[in-house]
């Protein structure tokens, strides 16, 4: 049965924002054209923008569900306006062959408020168990969180050279981590300097030899790794990387790999992003437990930002500081082309993901508020601007800033 919705309001469209009406059937926008009175329509009020697309969350699911799950996590996205999220494979039992593929798309099925796809893992000797169904490929060259760093030719590999899916590789070499690696660590001075730019720097001259196509190197933390090459690869930028850096007292909230860097280093970044350089914005959001970040010296790395990635983008927007053009270029637009998703164009084909935003609602981040399981964020007392309605294909899952209890997130397949 087909499901159609009128909705009319003020849509960012070819880079302005007109008084439009679109029309949506089965979750996709049919027909687009001036607003005019006496259609019926669901009228949709500030400014709407094309839903977001995160395509790097670690939702922890299965396996680690104490720090988060499917249900919290893509709770927390469709709040700050991100209506499709693609989950990272280094669950506690990494995803690297067909059955646990299968065995975790099963366990997410009905319980996601956003649209989601999910990743496998490739280690270089796995590509003949790799499910069909992935959305993308990740590739960890250096060791993390329920990883370690893949043994791979990278320059010769016939199955990433064919592979026509996004890859998405995280850029730091094991064997130059092995080799800088501090005996203790008490400082994100020191975690930065065990975990050096260098191993970026390396990682990107290897990828930016491979032959595949469709490439992106994840969460640079340091510009100048990547602005001098020719890249074949697409750019991927965290928030923490352009906001936070290694002088602020965070402690263990601010552990992560890539980990940020000095402040110099931090202003690089950020004007990079500001000035259209950076292809894509995406969150890297990855929680733990108040046990897991005890001390920077034990403490396992990652930061929460699934929720808080858009809206404080949404302030430098307001602030006037970043222009809206590169946010939704960066966050809705091209995530979703290299994920091979329509998605991120308010345009006749594509989804109807929608989110409405009163640019005058600026406020303090409070991490109380927020709605991860474990919701400590290095953010917190920073300016942003959350969503007041979101919608994802059509349907309503945000409404003047309260949740609209339907699960209506779908599995994106990708064959």
């Given at each position: 049965?087909?499901?159609?919705?009128?909705?009319?309001?003020?849509?960012?469209?070819?880079?302005?924002?007109?008084?439009?009406?679109?029309?949506?059937?089965?979750?996709?926008?049919?027909?687009?054209?001036?607003?005019?009175?006496?259609?019926?329509?669901?009228?949709?009020?500030?400014?709407?923008?094309?839903?977001?697309?995160?395509?790097?969350?670690?939702?922890?699911?299965?396996?680690?569900?104490?720090?988060?799950?499917?249900?919290?996590?893509?709770?927390?996205?469709?709040?700050?306006?991100?209506?499709?999220?693609?989950?990272?494979?280094?669950?506690?039992?990494?995803?690297?062959?067909?059955?646990?593929?299968?065995?975790?798309?099963?366990?997410?099925?009905?319980?996601?408020?956003?649209?989601?796809?999910?990743?496998?893992?490739?280690?270089?000797?796995?590509?003949?168990?790799?499910?069909?169904?992935?959305?993308?490929?990740?590739?960890?060259?250096?060791?993390?969180?329920?990883?370690?760093?893949?043994?791979?030719?990278?320059?010769?590999?016939?199955?990433?050279?064919?592979?026509?899916?996004?890859?998405?590789?995280?850029?730091?070499?094991?064997?130059?981590?092995?080799?800088?690696?501090?005996?203790?660590?008490?400082?994100?001075?020191?975690?930065?300097?065990?975990?050096?730019?260098?191993?970026?720097?390396?990682?990107?001259?290897?990828?930016?030899?491979?032959?595949?196509?469709?490439?992106?190197?994840?969460?640079?933390?340091?510009?100048?790794?990547?602005?001098?090459?020719?890249?074949?690869?697409?750019?991927?930028?965290?928030?923490?990387?352009?906001?936070?850096?290694?002088?602020?007292n965070l402690g263990a909230w601010g552990k992560v790999n890539p980990p940020i860097r000095d402040r110099s280093i931090m202003e690089l970044n950020r004007q990079a992003f500001l000035d259209g350089k950076v292809d894509i914005l995406s969150s890297d959001h990855a929680p733990h437990t108040e046990y897991d970040k005890e001390s920077i010296e034990y403490g396992k790395a990652g930061i929460i930002g699934v929720e808080t990635r858009i809206p404080l983008m949404l302030a430098l927007v307001y602030k006037k500081i970043l222009s809206l053009e590169t946010l939704v270029r960066?966050?809705?637009?091209?995530?979703?082309?290299?994920?091979?998703?329509?998605?991120?164009?308010?345009?006749?084909?594509?989804?109807?993901?929608?989110?409405?935003?009163?640019?005058?609602?600026?406020?303090?981040?409070?991490?109380?508020?927020?709605?991860?399981?474990?919701?400590?964020?290095?953010?917190?007392?920073?300016?942003?601007?959350?969503?007041?309605?979101?919608?994802?294909?059509?349907?309503?899952?945000?409404?003047?800033?309260?949740?609209?209890?339907?699960?209506?997130?779908?599995?994106?397949?990708?064959?």
């Open positions: 049965m087909t499901e159609t919705a009128v909705f009319s309001g003020k849509f960012y469209m070819d880079g302005n924002f007109e008084d439009l009406t679109i029309e949506v059937e089965d979750g996709i926008i049919t027909n687009i054209y001036k607003f005019r009175k006496g259609i019926p329509s669901k009228r949709v009020e500030h400014a709407i923008l094309p839903g977001f697309t995160d395509i790097h969350v670690h939702f922890r699911d299965p396996g680690e569900t104490e720090k988060e799950d499917f249900v919290s996590g893509s709770m927390s996205s469709v709040f700050g306006g991100t209506t499709t999220v693609f989950d990272m494979p280094n669950n506690a039992i990494p995803i690297t062959d067909y059955n646990r593929f299968d065995s975790k798309k099963a366990s997410i099925k009905g319980r996601s408020y956003a649209d989601y796809g999910l990743y496998s893992m490739y280690t270089g000797k796995n590509a003949n168990i790799i499910s069909e169904e992935s959305a993308a490929l990740k590739i960890y060259m250096g060791g993390s969180t329920n990883s370690k760093g893949a043994e791979i030719n990278y320059e010769n590999d016939s199955f990433l050279e064919n592979f026509k899916k996004m890859i998405v590789f995280h850029g730091e070499m094991q064997e130059c981590l092995n080799m800088g690696a501090l005996p203790e660590i008490h400082t994100l001075q020191e975690h930065s300097l065990s975990r050096g730019i260098e191993c970026e720097r390396e990682s990107a001259q290897i990828i930016g030899k491979m032959k595949s196509g469709n490439m992106v190197m994840a969460h640079v933390s340091d510009w100048d790794n990547v602005h001098n090459l020719e890249n074949r690869f697409a750019t991927e930028m965290t928030p923490h990387h352009m906001l936070l850096h290694t002088e602020m960066t966050g809705a637009v091209n995530p979703a082309e290299r994920a091979g998703i329509k998605k991120g164009i308010i345009q006749k084909g594509y989804a109807a993901d929608f989110c409405a935003v009163k640019f005058s609602d600026m406020k303090r981040i409070n991490q109380e508020r927020l709605h991860s399981k474990n919701p400590f964020s290095p953010f917190h007392g920073f300016d942003a601007i959350f969503p007041q309605d979101v919608f994802v294909g059509g349907e309503q899952v945000i409404s003047q800033g309260d949740l609209v209890e339907a699960r209506t997130g779908k599995y994106l397949a990708f064959k």
